[in-house]
């Protein structure tokens, strides 16, 4: 009786380890963070006054895939307008100009200078194995007198491939400051999990079920070999 | 009245031998069975991992063998060649850009109103297979398309989990002492990567595979337990839906017969009288049916007789005398032979997705050095143990012997008739003989005992079913990820 229920102890605690190890690998795969490029200030920033400007294009290359928001440099006017919106784009640099992201952003928001646009993990359409695309940020400057309005930062930039176009004309050498934010799951560093669920239907698509997938197979597999080995070898005895 | 609870009593308290036999019979069984309790759920596991780390339309021919179960749901008939569906195809187009089929910067025109090809049509293939995922298929039929291919997947996935009790089924008939070997050929099975790919993709390999798993049953029981009508059923509806899936199953024919043969004559045959007739029966169907011809740059090569090509060209219609005269011109397929060799057996053992996924040569040579070395042990253990072995076992394995000589042979013969000098034939990948994946793993199980001493004997298996084991983990767990997801 006593070996009895010494047994069943021992497979109750058994499987509540195994079930807490998947509570954690499900939490722990689950843990995402926000990594930005910060826009440090340099000597050649300046300042584009949005008055008498339609549309302010910036061109830039992704280097991950998950890009889930943008911090952009903007300053309000001394005078302020009440409740000024300025309505965001993000689209593909190439192919058929299909909005990505479409945000209006309220410049009285920004805070020391900087609004964060937040959207739902960008996947975009880009071979994991070239890891770079080109989009676009637009901005469609509302009708504002000329010289007034809130300010952009702008900087010089010799090296870059990408292109700031102010109504239509490239500025050449010259870029728009602001920051990618990218989503960071720590899991990825073990396993791409992320890239494994993107794009994915259903359940599919939800990174952790890759996790728990592994670790049930390899937990059913060694639990069960122990057994075997147990098996075996009070046979051999 | 009175005696009615006396004997209950009674027979509880002291059971008959008879009953206390059959009571340890079936303990015994449910314990067998208790493997199995593990063997499904892992299997099926490892199943849905194969299944869920390659990315939709990453196996061979998936597009277009999912293409032919989708325009049956659709159409509510078996499509000709001609047949299909803008619509569909732009789907699949689409699904396939998003989900990188493509080089990289290669991208198809989804504007375009009439979609190409996505692939090789398989509508020649006999529609049984096609009709079965239609089943499932017409249950998402709304869905986006993904979900649809990963439901045609799922019954894939079924399959090969069953496959894993078949094989497990087999070793407990061929071997019921050898608790070691019951687990050790179904778990060889299950971490077989390359076969674990495919029998979790769209095609109707898959079903063959899983006919040709239950043939085999179905001929082991013949032979270990005589002609008993669940075995024949199950072999004979095996080989029926094997063949009516695809041609490849042609050569589960042979193994079929042999079993049917044995079942009926249980006592030892004299193998210089078997050996006898197989050697005059093939000489004089050689004489007979064919002569000496040449090719046309000279060279000696074996023709079909004139009545042979009369029958072929009138009513067989398999263009035997090409065929017969291209095997036997060995001056052009010398080199081929080498090709198909080098192709067929690295793609049988270490070719993943298209067969453009490869673990590195490390495993393409650990591999040509396990088989060759099993093959040296095959013999060893032949003889060291051909006093061993009951009569059925040895029978038994010489079906597995011979349907494993069989598929090789299938390959050979499908290079042929080879095309005119100059253009290169199709060279048949190994899964073409995956129906033979579980004779292999039977033939590397033996072969690889026999490479160690008897006192190393009972452990030897657990090497080599680690060493698969660990190529298996790598696959699943990094070559598959570096090449679909770009790290690992």
Excluded at chain 1, 114 to 125: K, M, N, Q, S
Excluded at chain 2, 434 to 462: A, C, D, E, Y
Aim: net charge neutral.
């Amino acid at each position: 009786m006593s070996t009895t229920a010494a047994n069943i102890t021992v497979r109750t605690s058994r499987w509540l380890t195994a079930l807490v190890g998947a509570l954690c690998i499900m939490a722990l795969s689950m843990i995402t963070t926000l990594d930005g490029e910060i826009a440090l200030p340099a000597p050649t920033d300046m300042q584009i006054t949005l008055g008498g400007i339609t549309t302010i294009e910036q061109t830039f290359t992704i280097t991950r895939p998950d890009l889930v928001g943008l911090e952009i440099q903007i300053h309000p006017a001394a005078q302020i307008v009440p409740d000024l919106r300025v309505p965001l784009h993000l689209r593909y640099a190439d192919g058929s100009p299909v909005d990505l992201v479409s945000e209006s952003l309220s410049v009285q928001t920004a805070k020391n200078g900087v609004i964060t646009v937040r959207f739902p993990l960008l996947v975009a359409a880009h071979d994991l194995r070239v890891p770079t695309t080109t989009l676009a940020l637009i901005l469609d400057v509302p009708q504002l007198q000329p010289n007034t309005g809130p300010t952009v930062t702008a900087r010089e930039n010799h090296q870059t491939q990408e292109t700031l176009i102010i109504d239509g004309r490239i500025s050449a050498n010259r870029e728009l400051v602001f920051a990618p934010l990218y989503q960071r799951r720590w899991a990825d560093s073990l396993w791409p999990i992320s890239a494994m669920a993107r794009g994915k239907p259903g359940i599919l698509g939800w990174p952790p079920l890759y996790a728990l997938l592994a670790y049930t197979y390899l937990i059913i597999l060694g639990g069960g070999i122990a057994n075997l080995r147990r098996r075996f070898l009070s046979r051999n005895d | 009245m009175d005696t009615g609870p006396t004997s209950v009593s009674l027979s509880v308290a002291s059971p008959s031998p008879n009953l206390a036999l059959e009571r340890t019979d079936r303990w015994r069984s449910l314990r067998d069975y208790a493997l199995l309790r593990w063997l499904l759920p892992l299997a099926l596991l490892h199943g849905v991992l194969y299944l869920v780390i390659a990315p939709p339309w990453q196996h061979y021919d998936e597009p277009t063998h999912f293409e032919y179960a989708w325009l049956i749901v659709v159409h509510n008939h078996i499509p000709t060649m001609d047949e299909s569906d803008p619509q569909m195809r732009h789907n699949a187009l689409e699904s396939m850009d998003r989900f990188r089929f493509y080089p990289p910067g290669q991208h198809v025109d989804l504007t375009d109103p009439n979609p190409p090809e996505i692939g090789m049509n398989q509508r020649y293939h006999p529609a049984l297979y096609y009709m079965l995922v239609a089943l499932p298929l017409r249950l998402v039929a709304d869905l986006p398309i993904d979900v649809q291919l990963y439901t045609a997947r799922t019954l894939s996935l079924i399959l090969y989990t069953l496959i894993i009790a078949i094989a497990w089924r087999v070793a407990v008939v061929v071997v019921p002492d050898e608790p070691l070997i019951q687990l050790v050929v179904p778990l060889m099975l299950l971490f077989t990567p390359s076969f674990a790919d495919m029998m979790t993709a769209v095609n109707n390999d898959v079903l063959v595979n899983f006919a040709a798993a239950a043939l085999l049953l179905g001929c082991v029981l013949l032979v270990c337990g005589g002609m008993h009508p669940t075995s024949l059923v199950l072999a004979t509806l095996a080989l029926g839906v094997g063949l009516a899936t695809k041609r490849t199953a042609v050569i589960l024919l042979v193994p079929y017969v042999l079993a049917l043969l044995w079942a009926l004559h249980r006592t030892p045959l004299r193998l210089w009288k078997v050996a006898g007739v197989l050697v005059i029966g093939t000489l004089m169907s050689a004489f007979a049916g064919l002569e000496i011809g040449h090719a046309a740059n000279g060279t000696q090569i074996l023709a079909l007789r004139p009545w042979l090509n009369q029958l072929d060209s009138s009513y067989l219609r398999l263009s035997l005398d090409s065929w017969v005269r291209s095997v036997s011109d060995f001056e052009q397929t010398n080199v081929l032979y080498q090709l198909l060799l080098t192709i067929s057996f690295t793609s049988f053992w270490v070719r993943f997705g298209w067969g453009n996924i490869i673990i590195g040569s490390w495993a393409d040579w650990m591999m040509v050095g396990i088989c060759v070395a099993c093959a040296v042990g095959l013999i060893v253990q032949g003889w060291r143990s051909r006093s061993q072995m009951t009569i059925s076992q040895q029978r038994c394995i010489w079906i597995f012997l011979i349907a494993v000589v069989l598929g090789c042979l299938s390959l050979v013969a499908r290079l042929h008739p080879l095309p005119s000098p100059g253009y290169i034939p199709y060279i048949p990948r190994g899964r073409y003989i995956f129906t033979v994946m579980l004779p292999v793993i039977w033939l590397i199980v033996l072969g690889w005992q026999g490479l160690f001493p008897n006192r190393w004997k009972h452990v030897s298996p657990i090497i080599i079913l680690g060493l698969w084991g660990a190529i298996d983990l790598i696959v699943w767990s990094n070559t598959l990820i570096a090449y679909f997801y770009g790290v690992g």
